[in-house]
T-cell receptor, first 112, second 113 residues
Framework: QKEVEQDPGPLSVPEGAIVSLNCTYS??????FMWYRQYSRKGPELLMY????GNKEDGRFTAQVDKSSKYISLFIRDSQPSDSATYLC????????????FGTGTSLTVIP | DADVTQTPRNRITKTGKRIMLECSQT?????MYWYRQDPGLGLQLIYY???????NKGEISDGYSVSRQAQAKFSLSLESAIPNQTALYFC????????????FGPGTRLTVL
């Protein structure tokens, strides 16, 4: 079983839709949770991070962590064509050196 | 200017050739990483370095070697390239303070024929 599971999609939605992207994980020691956005032919860029359960909001983006269910989500409100990208979740155990665990990414297309 | 740069951006080579991918960063971070990305497999860690004298293997280091020439430079070598090393390669840096998030370069697309 992979440490982090992410539905690869692809996901296609109309402009203005609410998008929900999800990851599940198996290691209860994960404490830091991140979402990266990767445009085609670019490197991943950090979108949001959180280290606690609950919601964190940043503009149209909301990151949600449910540690009891080992489940994290990224919600995108009022989706725009510029949101079309691959979204990767990532997580790590604090103070254990280096290891980041990435999901495989979900490809999102927002249709104008 | 980009904080993390990679050269070359694209490379086509033949089986058995030695190839080096280079990474430079201006973020002042001590930690640097090399990943490869394959469709359906996500990002896999090849090597990482916490400082110039500290280099560690990641989950898929076989067939690869690295050199940390300076705080700002971390290169990845394929001693004898093989076709299944065809992938997108990313360099990343991180700052261990706070959440220790990673900052990625633009990637090198490597094709081994």
């Amino acid at each position: 079983q992979k440490e982090v599971e992410q539905d690869p999609g692809p996901l296609s939605v109309p402009e203005g839709a609410i998008v929900s992207l999800n990851c599940t994980y198996s290691n209860s020691a994960f404490q830091y949770f991140m979402w990266y956005r990767q445009y085609s032919r670019k490197g991943p860029e950090l979108l949001m991070y959180t280290y606690s359960s609950g919601n964190k909001e940043d503009g149209r983006f909301t990151a949600q962590v449910d540690k009891s269910s080992k489940y994290i989500s990224l919600f995108i409100r009022d989706s725009q064509p510029s949101d079309s990208a691959t979204y990767l979740c990532a997580m790590r155990v604090p103070n254990t050196g280096n290891q980041f665990y990435f999901g495989t990414g979900t490809s999102l297309t927002v249709i104008p | 200017d980009a904080d993390v740069t990679q050269t070359p951006r694209n490379r086509i080579t033949k089986t058995g050739k030695r190839i080096m991918l280079e990474c430079s960063q201006t973020k002042g971070h001590d930690r640097m990483y090399w990943y490869r990305q394959d469709p359906g497999l996500g990002l896999q860690l090849i090597y990482y370095s916490f400082d110039v004298k500290d280099i560690n293997k990641g989950e898929i280091s076989d067939g690869y070697s690295v050199s940390r020439q300076a705080q700002a430079k971390f290169s990845l070598s394929l001693e004898s390239a093989i076709p299944n090393q065809t992938a997108l390669y990313f360099c990343a840096t991180s700052d261990p303070t706070g959440v220790d998030t990673q900052y990625f370069g633009p990637g090198t697309r490597l094709t081994v024929l």
